[in-house]
């Protein structure tokens, strides 16, 4: 299972950093992934890591947002910056064989957690 940490109300332009931590199962060479759902609309990726570091981001988020590995290769950070209030939303962590499938048809989700951006 994978467990998301770091989510809270902070201010815009404020920094944030989230953390996804994996167990029950080897994510030897996983990719991974962040997605985000806020009220009312659709999941969507936010940004997505293979394990060779080859990382994509959504367009909202390019330049603002960096996603990394953790170098025991059990999960993933989200280090967001300059957050705005359309940043607003519930974070999700994703880990799959691929980064393909990490993007569109993760094997593992985590439970979410809450980012808001509001002054």
């Known amino acids: 299972q994978l467990v998301e940490s770091g989510g809270r109300l902070v201010q815009p332009g404020a920094s944030l950093r989230l953390s996804c931590v994996g167990s029950?199962?080897?994510?030897?060479?996983?990719?991974w992934a962040w997605f985000r759902q806020a009220p009312g609309q659709e999941r969507e990726l936010v940004a997505a890591?293979?394990?060779?570091?080859?990382?994509q981001y959504s367009g909202l988020v390019k330049g603002r947002f960096t996603i990394s590995r953790d170098s025991a290769e059990r999960g993933t950070q989200l280090q967001m910056t300059n957050l705005k209030t359309e940043d607003t939303a519930v974070y999700f962590c994703?880990?799959?064989?691929?980064?393909?499938?990490?993007?569109?048809?993760?094997?593992?989700w985590g439970q979410g957690t809450q980012v808001t951006v509001s002054s």
């Open positions: 029950g199962h080897a994510f030897f060479r996983y990719a």
């Open positions: 890591t293979t394990w060779t570091d080859i990382r």
């Open positions: 994703a880990a799959a064989q691929t980064a393909e499938q990490v993007m569109t048809r993760p094997e593992f």
